[in-house]
């Protein structure tokens, strides 16, 4: 499968902010393969919020409702992006980002097609009791088919949904206490990602 690696330097975007913690795929030919059969090839580019700044990083605790903190939330991580070809169409995407949990860093990976709908949602590193639980493809299957206007309620602070919306029927595992809220705030952190790096973007 070909490959084009595309590092966008923008504002300062160099060496130092790869020392933060990014969130990339183990085995991308691997993965982007099983998430998207039909692809041809993918491009990888690595994005950050610095180049947007302080007023960046606001609108996005704004709209994700909560405050960015810790080693995985700094402003210069970098968010590694897959750009995934069907011949010279965009056929979608994958981002992952990580996330604190309750015991130890959790990687959500979403794909998305290229109209911001979740494909599949992946679980690429997670150390919990309800591991084996979250990364069911029962769980996962409860994410298909959403976008980020079903999850612009949810709010991670209080770790609730509106009754009736679609991320108040996602049903937690047993066992996985605040390991799903961790997920689900995560889930929400991502699709705004992705929404602010190309969706927005594109609409501009």
């Known amino acids: 499968m070909k490959k084009v690696f595309l590092f ?22 691997r993965d982007v393969k099983h ?21 960046l990083l606001e609108r996005v605790e ?10 995985y939330e700094d402003i210069e991580v970098p968010y590694t992006l897959y750009e995934i070809h069907k011949g010279t169409e965009t056929a979608g995407y994958i981002h992952g980002v990580n996330q604190k949990g309750e015991y130890g860093g959790i990687q959500v990976f979403l794909a998305l097609d290229a109209q911001g709908v979740i494909k ?6 997670l150390t919990s009791r309800a591991a084996k ?23 991670p602070v209080k770790a609730k949904a509106p009754e009736g919306s679609p991320a108040a029927k996602i049903k937690s595992p047993a066992k996985a206490g605040k390991d799903f809220n961790s997920v689900m705030r995560a889930v929400k952190k991502n699709l705004i990602l992705t929404d602010e790096f190309v969706f927005s973007k594109k609409v501009k």
């Open 133 to 155: 639980d979250l990364r069911a493809k029962e769980f996962g299957a409860q994410f298909k088919g959403l976008s980020l206007k079903d999850f612009e309620a949810y709010d």
């Open 8 to 29: 966008l330097v923008l504002s300062g975007l160099g060496a130092s902010a790869f020392a933060a913690v990014g969130c990339d795929l183990n085995d991308p030919d």
């Open 62 to 71: 704004k709209r994700l409702g909560d405050k960015f903190k810790g080693l």
């Open 120 to 125: 599949a949602f992946y679980i690429q590193k």
């Open 35 to 55: 998430l998207f059969p039909e692809s041809t090839g993918y491009k990888t580019q690595y994005l950050s919020l610095k180049p947007g700044g302080a007023v």
